[in-house]
Protein backbone atom coordinates (compact mmCIF):
# COMPACT_ATOMS: atom_id res chain seq x y z
CA UNK A 1 0.00 0.00 0.00
CA UNK A 2 1.57 3.20 -0.99
CA UNK A 3 0.81 6.55 1.12
CA UNK A 4 0.71 10.06 -0.58
CA UNK A 5 4.03 11.89 0.14
CA UNK A 6 2.16 14.63 1.57
CA UNK A 7 0.68 12.16 4.54
CA UNK A 8 4.27 10.94 5.45
CA UNK A 9 6.26 12.25 8.44
CA UNK A 10 9.96 10.98 8.76
CA UNK A 11 10.60 8.92 11.87
CA UNK A 12 13.47 10.29 14.08
CA UNK A 13 14.82 7.27 15.12
CA UNK A 14 14.63 5.30 11.71
CA UNK A 15 14.74 8.32 9.39
CA UNK A 16 12.30 6.31 6.85
CA UNK A 17 9.05 7.73 6.42
CA UNK A 18 5.92 6.68 8.43
CA UNK A 19 2.37 7.50 7.94
CA UNK A 20 1.05 10.68 9.70
CA UNK A 21 -2.03 9.85 12.16
CA UNK A 22 -5.63 11.76 11.33
CA UNK A 23 -6.29 14.81 12.73
CA UNK A 24 -8.40 12.62 15.08
CA UNK A 25 -5.94 10.00 16.15
CA UNK A 26 -4.79 9.58 19.67
CA UNK A 27 -1.60 10.91 20.53
CA UNK A 28 1.40 10.12 22.66
CA UNK A 29 2.37 12.23 25.43
CA UNK A 30 5.45 13.07 23.25
CA UNK A 31 3.43 13.63 20.31
CA UNK A 32 1.40 16.14 22.66
CA UNK A 33 4.91 18.22 24.09
CA UNK A 34 6.51 18.40 20.70
CA UNK A 35 3.00 19.98 19.21
CA UNK A 36 2.30 21.98 21.95
CA UNK A 37 6.04 23.18 22.80
CA UNK A 38 5.60 22.01 26.19
CA UNK A 39 7.76 19.61 28.33
CA UNK A 40 6.45 16.42 28.96
CA UNK A 41 6.69 16.60 32.85
CA UNK A 42 4.29 19.81 32.90
CA UNK A 43 1.79 17.80 30.59
CA UNK A 44 1.92 15.16 33.53
CA UNK A 45 1.92 18.22 36.30
CA UNK A 46 -1.14 19.72 34.56
CA UNK A 47 -3.09 16.36 34.70
CA UNK A 48 -2.63 17.01 38.21
CA UNK A 49 -3.44 20.74 38.73
CA UNK A 50 -6.33 20.10 36.08
CA UNK A 51 -8.87 17.43 36.13
CA UNK A 52 -10.58 18.08 33.23
CA UNK A 53 -7.05 16.55 31.08
CA UNK A 54 -8.04 12.86 31.23
CA UNK A 55 -5.58 11.11 28.86
CA UNK A 56 -6.65 7.44 28.48
CA UNK A 57 -3.97 5.39 30.05
CA UNK A 58 -2.61 1.88 28.94
CA UNK A 59 -0.67 -0.75 30.45
CA UNK A 60 2.56 0.68 31.53
CA UNK A 61 1.09 3.88 32.37
CA UNK A 62 1.70 4.84 28.55
CA UNK A 63 -1.12 7.87 27.77
CA UNK A 64 -2.85 8.74 25.04
CA UNK A 65 -4.90 12.21 24.61
CA UNK A 66 -7.66 12.90 22.61
CA UNK A 67 -8.30 15.43 20.38
CA UNK A 68 -10.40 17.47 22.90
CA UNK A 69 -7.96 17.05 25.67
CA UNK A 70 -5.26 18.82 23.09
CA UNK A 71 -7.08 21.54 22.54
CA UNK A 72 -7.96 21.85 26.54
CA UNK A 73 -4.26 21.97 27.07
CA UNK A 74 -3.51 24.38 24.21
CA UNK A 75 -5.71 26.84 25.56
CA UNK A 76 -4.58 26.29 29.12
CA UNK A 77 -0.99 27.05 27.92
CA UNK A 78 -1.95 29.74 26.25
CA UNK A 79 -3.86 31.69 28.83
CA UNK A 80 -0.87 30.48 31.59
CA UNK A 81 2.24 31.19 29.05
CA UNK A 82 0.78 34.37 26.83
CA UNK A 83 -2.22 35.91 28.76
CA UNK A 84 -0.50 35.64 32.16
CA UNK A 85 -3.05 33.48 34.42
CA UNK A 86 -1.53 31.20 37.07
CA UNK A 87 -2.75 28.25 37.64
CA UNK A 88 -5.28 28.83 40.15
CA UNK A 89 -6.97 31.72 37.88
CA UNK A 90 -7.23 29.16 35.13
CA UNK A 91 -8.98 26.51 37.65
CA UNK A 92 -11.29 29.05 38.54
CA UNK A 93 -11.92 30.09 34.77
CA UNK A 94 -12.45 26.08 34.17
CA UNK A 95 -15.17 25.89 37.11
CA UNK A 96 -16.79 28.98 36.49
CA UNK A 97 -17.35 27.52 32.77
CA UNK A 98 -18.43 24.27 33.88
CA UNK A 99 -14.86 22.68 32.51
CA UNK A 100 -14.45 24.69 29.42
CA UNK A 101 -12.78 27.34 28.46
CA UNK A 102 -14.55 29.92 26.39
CA UNK A 103 -12.72 31.61 23.45
CA UNK A 104 -13.26 35.51 24.70
CA UNK A 105 -11.55 35.10 28.28
CA UNK A 106 -10.59 38.68 29.59
CA UNK A 107 -7.11 39.50 30.53
CA UNK A 108 -6.23 37.93 33.88
CA UNK A 109 -7.18 40.95 37.12
CA UNK A 110 -4.30 42.91 38.09
CA UNK A 111 -3.60 41.33 41.32
CA UNK A 112 -3.07 38.00 39.38
CA UNK A 113 -1.20 39.42 36.78
CA UNK A 114 0.90 40.58 39.76
CA UNK A 115 1.40 37.63 41.39
CA UNK A 116 2.94 35.77 37.89
CA UNK A 117 5.07 38.54 37.07
CA UNK A 118 6.47 38.08 40.91
CA UNK A 119 6.67 34.63 39.85
CA UNK A 120 8.99 35.02 37.10
CA UNK A 121 11.06 37.60 38.68
CA UNK A 122 11.64 34.98 41.49
CA UNK A 123 12.55 32.53 38.98
CA UNK A 124 15.18 34.67 36.86
CA UNK A 125 17.00 35.78 40.15
CA UNK A 126 20.79 34.03 39.29
CA UNK A 127 22.24 31.87 41.63
CA UNK A 128 25.47 32.21 43.90
CA UNK A 129 28.32 31.97 41.74
CA UNK A 130 30.50 28.80 42.66
CA UNK A 131 33.94 29.87 44.80
CA UNK A 132 36.80 30.98 42.42
CA UNK A 133 34.25 31.83 39.13
CA UNK A 134 33.20 35.00 37.83
CA UNK A 135 29.42 35.39 38.06
CA UNK A 136 27.40 33.99 35.45
CA UNK A 137 25.82 36.45 32.85
CA UNK A 138 22.42 37.59 33.06
CA UNK A 139 21.70 35.46 29.92
CA UNK A 140 22.63 32.03 31.99
CA UNK A 141 19.52 32.29 33.80
CA UNK A 142 17.03 30.11 30.70
CA UNK A 143 13.82 28.97 32.45
CA UNK A 144 12.45 25.70 31.17
CA UNK A 145 9.16 27.27 30.51
CA UNK A 146 10.60 29.69 27.92
CA UNK A 147 8.85 28.46 24.91
CA UNK A 148 9.98 29.95 21.75
CA UNK A 149 6.98 31.14 19.79
CA UNK A 150 7.64 32.77 16.07
CA UNK A 151 10.97 33.41 14.16
CA UNK A 152 11.97 36.33 16.61
CA UNK A 153 11.52 34.65 19.70
CA UNK A 154 13.50 31.36 18.12
CA UNK A 155 16.29 33.80 16.98
CA UNK A 156 16.57 35.24 20.28
CA UNK A 157 16.39 32.51 22.10
CA UNK A 158 19.68 31.23 19.38
CA UNK A 159 21.07 34.22 20.32
CA UNK A 160 21.19 33.43 23.99
CA UNK A 161 22.18 29.99 23.66
CA UNK A 162 25.13 30.66 21.53
CA UNK A 163 26.30 33.48 24.27
CA UNK A 164 25.65 30.85 27.17
CA UNK A 165 28.46 28.52 24.89
CA UNK A 166 30.52 31.11 24.81
CA UNK A 167 30.58 31.90 28.30
CA UNK A 168 31.31 27.42 28.75
CA UNK A 169 34.07 27.65 26.19
CA UNK A 170 35.96 29.75 28.19
CA UNK A 171 35.32 28.07 31.40
CA UNK A 172 36.46 25.20 29.70
CA UNK A 173 39.37 26.83 28.84
CA UNK A 174 40.09 28.23 32.24
CA UNK A 175 40.42 24.07 33.43
CA UNK A 176 43.39 22.68 34.00
Do not use: C
Not at 30 to 52: C, M, Y
Not at 156 to 169: S, T
Request: net charge neutral; no cysteine; glycine share 6%.
Amino acid sequence: MSVPADDVAESPITSRPRPKKAPHAFRTISEVADELHIPQHVLRFWETKFPQVKPLKRGGGRRYYRPDDITLLRRISDLLYIQGYTIKGVQRLLREGGGRLSDDIPPPPADEQEAVENERAAADEPELPMPGLAPPPATLVVRSTVRARGEADAERLRALLAEVLHELEILRARLP
